[in-house]
């Protein structure tokens, strides 16, 4: 039996927002899945729904965490020089947010990765006194040599599995291109520690790949961002490691059961960013898969659900799937606890209005996702000097965030090219476009806003 703390326990809930109905012969169904996690509070003993048994976490002051920060310390650092002294303040910006207890490291990633602090193929235990000490460690750190980040990740991932923790987290600083490494190397790299800790990752300056860093920040269930003028970095720096400190709950999975017949076309989060997790599937026993979802604080998160059911005569009606919140089993032993469920159904009906209405939720987060593809197309378009496709695609990107009220991403937009026009995407690329403006637009192309209620 599921062992619940009575002090502050996470509560899980999944709600279900669809269109149950199809007309005769419509096979395919669509559902977003809002998953909202809440702090809950003392409980007598009785766990309410959803919450997290006490053997999944720690009670009192928040789960156990270890973080490893990897900085980039290759040679290009020091162009400009205040470059690699912002990224050392911004370092020991987020060791001092660290809540006491947590144990941490930080690797200098060049070529090769080196364990900085505490230096010991270990990690430190947060208070007054190692927190001094890593700062200490980080006004030695220059700046010289390549960059191989996947050997940063690895070493992480040594640190961090060493570690008996809940919650374990890398952050991870680069502003130069991953030279010293085949990507098939970086790529193995990301398969090995995929599943084992979640990973933020930032570039800062310009002359970064943003399609790097987005896919460590994807393969790590992190996130990712530009931090164009180094003067940011701290402030974003503190900002992450207080989110990584929010954690309560580690590997929370999203499992979909579904019957025979049924086919699943995919799998996707769509806030608070598009993140396809179809492909990200783990067998979980007859006809059921896991997703992962990563770590979870106070927070609430949406996924969009695609299956193809059989086809099936009018007045007919089925589970079309079974969505559940899945933590897996404790170490110990023992058996995954469910923490919460929901449910996509299937009904067939003549009526042409019900079959016909699309569900507000999905059919915002359909345009919040085409838009992060459009603006994706249109950026590589203009790259490669398809000035008519950049501005089809590019104009789609300013309708669409226009219409789903995305003002953050409209802004961003209106970097890259004149608006004429949101509400029929009329717009002209710009002759000019700081580079800054132009990967910024990229790398946050996938950040959504929730669906207006």
Same mark, same amino acid.
């Given at each position: 039996m599921?062992?619940?703390?009575?002090?502050?326990?996470?509560q899980?809930?999944v709600e279900?927002?669809?269109?149950?109905?199809l007309?005769?012969?419509?096979?395919?169904?669509n559902?977003?899945?809002?998953?909202?996690?809440t702090?809950?509070?003392?409980?007598?003993?009785?766990?309410?729904?959803g919450a997290?048994?006490?053997d999944a976490?720690?009670?009192?002051?928040g789960a156990?965490a270890?973080v490893?920060l990897?900085?980039?310390c290759?040679?290009?650092m020091?162009?400009?020089p205040?470059?690699?002294?912002n990224a050392?303040?911004?370092?020991?910006?987020?060791?001092d947010?660290?809540?006491?207890?947590?144990r941490?490291?930080?690797v200098?990633?060049?070529?090769?990765?080196?364990?900085v602090?505490?230096?010991d193929?270990r990690l430190?235990?947060?208070?007054?006194?190692?927190?001094?000490?890593?700062?200490?460690?980080l006004?030695?750190?220059?700046?010289g040599?390549?960059t191989?980040?996947?050997?940063?990740?690895?070493?992480? /991932?040594?640190?961090?599995a060493?570690?008996?923790?809940d919650i374990?987290?890398?952050i991870?600083?680069t502003?130069?291109?991953?030279?010293?490494?085949?990507?098939e190397?970086?790529?193995?790299?990301?398969?090995?520690?995929?599943?084992?800790?979640?990973? /933020?990752?930032?570039?800062?300056g310009?002359?970064?790949?943003?399609?790097?860093v987005?896919?460590?920040?994807?393969?790590?269930?992190?996130t990712?961002?530009?931090?164009a003028?180094p003067?940011?970095l701290?402030?974003?720096?503190?900002?992450?490691?207080?989110?990584?400190m929010?954690k309560?709950v580690?590997?929370?999975?999203?499992?979909?059961?579904?019957?025979?017949?049924v086919?699943?076309?995919?799998?996707?989060?769509v806030?608070p960013?598009?993140?396809d997790?179809?492909?990200?599937?783990?067998e979980a026993g007859?006809?059921?898969?896991?997703y992962?979802?990563?770590?979870?604080?106070?927070?609430s998160?949406d996924?969009?659900?695609?299956?193809?059911?059989?086809q099936?005569?009018?007045?007919q009606?089925m589970?079309?799937?079974?969505?559940?919140?899945i933590?897996?089993a404790?170490?110990?032993?023992?058996?995954?606890?469910?923490?919460?469920?929901?449910?996509?159904r299937?009904?067939?009906?003549?009526?042409?209005v019900a079959?016909?209405?699309?569900?507000?939720q999905?059919?915002?987060y359909?345009?919040?996702a085409?838009?992060?593809?459009?603006?994706?197309q249109?950026?590589?378009?203009?790259?490669s000097g398809d000035?008519?496709g950049?501005?089809?695609?590019?104009?789609r990107?300013?309708?669409?965030?226009?219409?789903?009220g995305?003002?953050?991403?409209?802004?961003?937009?209106?970097?890259?090219v004149?608006?004429v026009d949101?509400?029929?995407?009329?717009v002209?690329l710009k002759?000019?476009?700081?580079?800054?403006?132009?990967?910024?637009?990229?790398?946050?192309?996938?950040?959504?806003?929730?669906?207006k209620?």
């Amino acid at each position: 039996m599921a062992n619940f703390s009575k002090s502050k326990v996470p509560q899980f809930s999944v709600e279900v927002y669809q269109n149950a109905y199809l007309p005769e012969g419509g096979r395919e169904v669509n559902a977003i899945v809002t998953v909202t996690s809440t702090g809950g509070g003392t409980t007598g003993g009785v766990p309410p729904a959803g919450a997290v048994p006490a053997d999944a976490r720690r009670p009192g002051r928040g789960a156990d965490a270890a973080v490893v920060l990897m900085v980039d310390c290759s040679g290009s650092m020091d162009y400009p020089p205040t470059k690699m002294r912002n990224a050392r303040d911004a370092t020991a910006a987020a060791i001092d947010t660290l809540r006491d207890g947590t144990r941490f490291a930080v690797v200098a990633g060049t070529h090769v990765a080196k364990d900085v602090y505490p230096g010991d193929g270990r990690l430190a235990t947060a208070d007054a006194r190692t927190k001094a000490q890593a700062k200490e460690a980080l006004r030695h750190l220059g700046a010289g040599g390549g960059t191989a980040i996947g050997t940063w990740l690895r070493l992480a /991932d040594r640190l961090l599995a060493a570690s008996d923790v809940d919650i374990r987290h890398g952050i991870l600083l680069t502003d130069g291109r991953n030279e010293h490494e085949s990507p098939e190397d970086l790529r193995a790299a990301l398969d090995a520690c995929a599943g084992r800790f979640t990973c /933020d990752a930032r570039g800062v300056g310009t002359d970064w790949e943003v399609k790097e860093v987005t896919a460590i920040a994807s393969a790590l269930l992190g996130t990712a961002d530009i931090v164009a003028d180094p003067v940011g970095l701290a402030a974003d720096f503190t900002h992450m490691m207080e989110n990584a400190m929010g954690k309560e709950v580690a590997d929370v999975a999203l499992r979909l059961w579904t019957p025979v017949g049924v086919e699943i076309v995919f799998v996707k989060q769509v806030a608070p960013a598009v993140a396809d997790l179809t492909d990200r599937r783990t067998e979980a026993g007859p006809r059921a898969g896991d997703y992962p979802t990563g770590s979870w604080g106070d927070e609430s998160r949406d996924y969009h659900v695609c299956v193809r059911v059989p086809q099936a005569g009018i007045g007919q009606e089925m589970l079309a799937a079974r969505v559940s919140l899945i933590l897996p089993a404790p170490s110990g032993g023992g058996v995954p606890h469910t923490l919460s469920q929901g449910l996509v159904r299937a009904v067939w009906t003549d009526d042409m209005v019900a079959s016909t209405s699309i569900n507000p939720q999905v059919a915002h987060y359909t345009g919040q996702a085409e838009l992060a593809q459009v603006i994706q197309q249109g950026l590589d378009a203009r790259k490669s000097g398809d000035f008519d496709g950049a501005t089809a695609k590019l104009g789609r990107a300013v309708q669409l965030a226009s219409a789903s009220g995305n003002a953050d991403t409209a802004k961003l937009l209106s970097k890259v090219v004149d608006v004429v026009d949101a509400a029929t995407g009329t717009v002209r690329l710009k002759a000019r476009v700081a580079e800054a403006d132009e990967m910024t637009l990229e790398t946050r192309s996938t950040k959504t806003v929730r669906v207006k209620k």
